[in-house]
């Protein structure tokens, strides 16, 4: 397996299907704008791991909006897990919002997902006091 390097535009089918495997996406959600968009931004990365065969083995989104450093879509393929590479990732996100700044690093997880739970849970990471919010902004183009 090879270290994390960062995702580029050549990397986003590869990418999303592992999200997809993951059970990361969600309808709502283009998961392919996103991936576009997080390279397009300078507050935000996708990084990526590859095995040795050269395959996608995981990926995580990091982002950073001046207050606070968020992770999404940290995924890792199946046949990789139970190796460290989630460690692996969440690590190098990290590392990168530590370097944009970011004091503090946050998460969203569906609260039906005890897996994702469980191993943030084992990173240190513990549940916030707060509500997440949310509405769809609607194109009055």
Do not use: C
């Not at 999200?19 to 998961?31: F, M, Q, Y």
């Not at 392919?32 to 050269?54: E, K, W």
């Not at 969440?90 to 690093?105: F, I, N, S, Y």
């Amino acid at each position: 397996m090879s270290g994390t390097t960062t995702a580029t535009s050549a990397d986003g089918a590869a990418v999303v299907a592992l999200w997809e495997e993951a059970g990361l996406t969600r309808p709502w959600n283009d998961p392919q704008a996103d991936f576009a968009l997080a390279l397009a931004t300078p507050g935000s990365i996708v990084l990526v791991t590859r095995g040795d065969d050269g395959g996608l083995t995981g990926s995580v989104m990091a982002g950073f909006d001046g207050h606070r450093g968020w992770v999404y879509y940290l995924a890792v393929a199946e046949r990789a897990r139970g190796t460290g590479l989630g460690l692996a990732l969440m690590t190098a996100a990290e590392d990168w919002l530590r370097g944009q700044g970011a004091p503090k690093v946050q998460l969203m997880v569906r609260e039906d997902n005890a897996a994702a739970l469980g191993f943030y849970d084992g990173l240190g990471f513990e549940r916030q006091k707060v509500v997440t919010l949310g509405r769809f902004l609607k194109d009055d183009s």
